[in-house]
């Protein structure tokens, strides 16, 4: 399955932050999501084979890194207090445009 | 930008009840995902599909395309189906790349006993 580390997390605001998510094995995409309490998922962004593939509304201090080893990682920086919600990461295989994705638990980040 | 709208936002029924959830989206995509979200986080997926309909032990989900619609239906709900339900859409380009997700709200459901 897909796991993501840390669980829960409580930084300051203007710090940095590292979530961690290890794919499903043999998945080549990784998409990452804010989901704000009460509301529904936004996408971040997703890699594909290591290279950024598609980017929702979001600020470049929002980066991304995938590596060969089923393992990807989202970097926040200069964090703010809305940044405060749940970090989720889906891997998926995309095959002929199919993409069905399968879901970490999630990292619930809050921002003081 | 696709806007996926779902409705209910809430939905409260008794054990047993036949349950539908609605979810409707503005422009084309490549498929539509039905997804389960307990407390505390975790997503399940349930459906993915592009055309028709599909069914898992009490779960069916049935879209249309023309009208750009989809439905979740739960036959004799179960308290054990209390989550919230989303409805997500996904684009795919041709040339490569695509979209994440698009979510709906979700609609929250419970299921009393």
């Known amino acids: 399955g897909v796991t993501q580390s840390p669980t829960h997390l409580i930084k300051t605001r203007g710090q940095q932050v590292t979530l961690r998510c290890s794919s499903q094995?043999?998945?080549?995409?990784v998409s990452w999501y804010q989901q704000a309490l009460g509301q529904g998922p936004q996408f971040i962004f997703q890699y594909y084979r290591e290279e950024e593939n598609g980017r929702g509304n979001f600020p470049p201090r929002f980066s991304g890194l995938q590596f060969p080893n089923d393992s990807s990682e989202l970097n926040v920086n200069a964090l703010e207090l809305d940044d405060s919600a749940l970090y989720l990461c889906?891997?998926?295989?995309?095959?002929?445009?199919?993409?069905?994705?399968?879901f970490g638990p999630g990292t619930r980040l809050t921002v003081l | 930008k696709n806007e996926v709208e779902q409705s209910p936002q809430n939905l409260t029924a008794q054990e047993g009840e036949f349950i539908t959830i609605n979810c409707s989206y503005s422009v084309g995509i490549s498929a539509l995902h039905w997804l389960q979200q307990h407390p505390g986080g975790g997503i399940v997926s349930l459906f993915m599909?592009?055309?028709g309909k599909k069914k898992h032990g009490r779960l069916i989900a049935t879209i249309n395309i023309q009208e750009k619609h989809s439905s979740l239906h739960i036959t004799a709900s179960h308290p054990r189906d209390s989550a919230v339900y989303i409805c997500a859409v996904s684009v795919w380009y041709s040339g490569g790349g695509a979209d994440g997700l698009t979510f709906g709200k979700g609609t929250h459901l419970i299921i009393q006993p």
């Open positions: 599909l592009s055309s």
């Open positions: 889906a891997s998926s295989l995309v095959l002929a445009g199919v993409n069905e994705q399968f």
């Open positions: 094995s043999g998945h080549n995409t």
